[in-house]
């Protein structure tokens, strides 16, 4: 059974860090990319951030130079690193494991003063 569980959330204000972390279980880590995603009330799901199996990545243009994908698949971890928040980066924040529906629950990212 695969799992994704999401963590690091929080409230932080606006120029400030969060790091989250997604944690997978029942599938062999290593090999797949992963994707971070994040929805924002009323607005569709959008592609944050993705990092391949090889450790290439891309962002979102909006993201650009302030979020960092990352993974340890020793710990089966993918994270994003978040600084210079933005009120606009308010969103729930989900994993994905790329090309399938296996998605975390999300984490609640709020950035405000």
């Known amino acids: 059974q695969v799992q994704l569980v999401e963590s690091g959330g929080g409230l932080v204000q606006p120029g400030g860090s969060l790091r989250l972390s997604c944690a997978a279980s029942g599938i062999i880590f290593s090999i797949y990319t992963m994707d971070w995603y994040r929805q924002a009330p009323g607005k569709q799901r959008e592609l944050v951030a993705r990092?391949?199996?090889?450790?290439?990545?891309i962002y979102a243009d909006s993201v650009k130079g302030r979020f960092t994908i990352s993974r340890d698949n020793a710990k089966n971890t993918v994270y994003l690193q978040m600084n210079s928040l933005k009120p606009e980066d308010t969103a729930v924040y989900y994993c994905?494991?790329?090309?399938?529906?296996?998605w975390g629950q999300g984490t609640q990212v709020t950035v405000s003063s």
């Open positions: 994905n494991v790329y090309y399938t529906h296996y």
């Open positions: 990092e391949t199996s090889e450790g290439s990545t």
